[in-house]
T-cell receptor
Framework: DAGITQSPRYKITETGRQVTLMCHQT?????MFWYRQDLGHGLRLIYY???????DKGEVPDGYVVSRSKTENFPLTLESATRSQTSVYFC???????????FGQGTRLTVV | GEDVEQSLFLSVREGDSSVINCTYT??????LYWYKQEPGAGLQLLTY?????DMKQDQRLTVLLNKKDKHLSLRIADTQTGDSAIYFC??????????????FGQGTTLQVKP
């Protein structure tokens, strides 16, 4: 199916564990983004990527790692999960000339 | 503090108009957006306005931009229960390279009563 998909949709993990959230898009969009959504903060940019092998920090990158070995995938890894990383994570993508960013359905992550 | 500010909650009756307001701080923003988020779903782009425009109308939606006051509003005419959702205002900064790198407001929850 065309579009942008995130997996898993829901995840519960323990403090200190490594967890990876997956994002896959089928449009060959150059740009991909990871946001987290928290009450009272809206969405905040964690990391973004302008193309394969090019990534850059957003507003709240600490505690996260990303990679972009293929254009269509942009995984987000929490190296050692903390409770403050409990959030809903959204992946998005957009093309070079697009005025619209397309969002995935989100991953609800709970760190206990 | 937040760069983009929105009121958190708005309640209207079905059939009334809804006006959701947003203020932003960077006068050099290039695009300003309104996204809609339904429960358990991702964000859906409703409309956007380029910074050199004052108004944009798209069916039931009207966006007004006051650059002097750095104020953006979204008017939904004839509000329906299906319009109940969270509405996010967002801005795209110049030099960000792409319009997906956005600064979001906190979101306004719109409740439509039948």
């Amino acid at each position: 199916d065309a579009g942008i998909t995130q997996s898993p949709r829901y995840k519960i993990t323990e403090t200190g564990r490594q967890v990876t959230l997956m994002c896959h898009q089928t449009w060959s969009h150059s740009y991909m983004f990871w946001y987290r959504q928290d009450l009272g903060h809206g969405l905040r940019l964690i990391y973004y990527s302008a193309a394969a092998d090019i990534t850059d920090k957003g507003e709240v990158p600490d505690g996260y790692v990303v990679s972009r070995s293929k254009t269509e995938n942009f995984p987000l890894t929490l190296e050692s999960a903390t409770r403050s990383q409990t959030s809903v994570y959204f992946c998005a993508s957009s093309g070079q000339a697009n005025t619209e960013a397309f969002f995935g359905q989100g991953t609800r992550l709970t760190v206990v | 503090g937040e760069d983009v500010e929105q009121s958190l909650f708005l309640s209207v009756r079905e059939g009334d108009s809804s006006v959701i307001n947003c203020t932003y701080t960077d006068s050099s923003s290039t695009y300003l957006y309104w996204y809609k988020q339904e429960p358990g779903a991702g964000l859906q782009l409703l409309t956007y306005i380029f910074s050199n425009m004052d108004m944009k109308q798209d069916q039931r939606l009207t966006v007004l931009l006051n650059k002097k006051d750095k104020h953006l509003s979204l008017r939904i005419a004839d509000t329906q229960t299906g319009d109940s959702a969270i509405y996010f205002c967002a801005e795209s900064r110049p030099g960000s390279g792409n319009t997906g790198k956005l600064i979001f407001g906190q979101g306004t929850t719109l409740q439509v009563k039948p």
